[in-house]
């Protein structure tokens, strides 16, 4: 499986991205997750959904704000940022896994993982 994801770029706090992962090779129906790395800080989860769509998780710093979901006919991924603040500055990653687990926030139960996207918000 390969991961691409797009849609990062500049804006003002306040304003909204929407970013997308594509998985390509197969058709890809497992959980899928989007994580950040800002300068100097390691890797941090953001959100997860389950296969089905149905299941969803955020971290507490996204909730609310955030909005994790995929269209499994397109094999894609996205992540709705609204209300973004300067300390969502970050690249954003997609990742993929077959694995089954209770907890996706650990980045290491994914198997694939994409380039990432520069998101970045100026105040």
């Known amino acids: 499986v390969q991961l691409q994801a797009y849609g990062g770029g500049s804006v003002q706090a306040g304003g909204s991205l929407r970013l997308s992962c594509r998985a390509s090779?197969?058709?890809?129906?497992?959980?899928m997750g989007w994580f950040r790395q800002a300068p100097g800080k390691e890797r941090e989860f953001v959100a997860t959904i389950s296969g089905n769509g149905q299941i969803t998780d955020y971290a507490d710093s996204v909730k609310g704000r955030f909005t994790i979901s995929r269209d499994n006919d397109k094999n894609t991924a996205y992540l709705q940022l609204n209300s973004l603040k300067s300390e969502d500055t970050a690249v954003y990653y997609c990742?993929?896994?077959?694995?089954?687990?209770?907890?996706?926030?650990?980045?290491?139960?994914?198997?694939?993982w994409g380039q990432g996207t520069q998101v970045t918000v100026s105040s």
């Open positions: 090779g197969r058709t890809f129906s497992g959980p």
């Open positions: 990742a993929a896994t077959y694995l089954f687990s209770r907890d996706y926030s650990d980045p290491n139960l994914y198997n694939w």
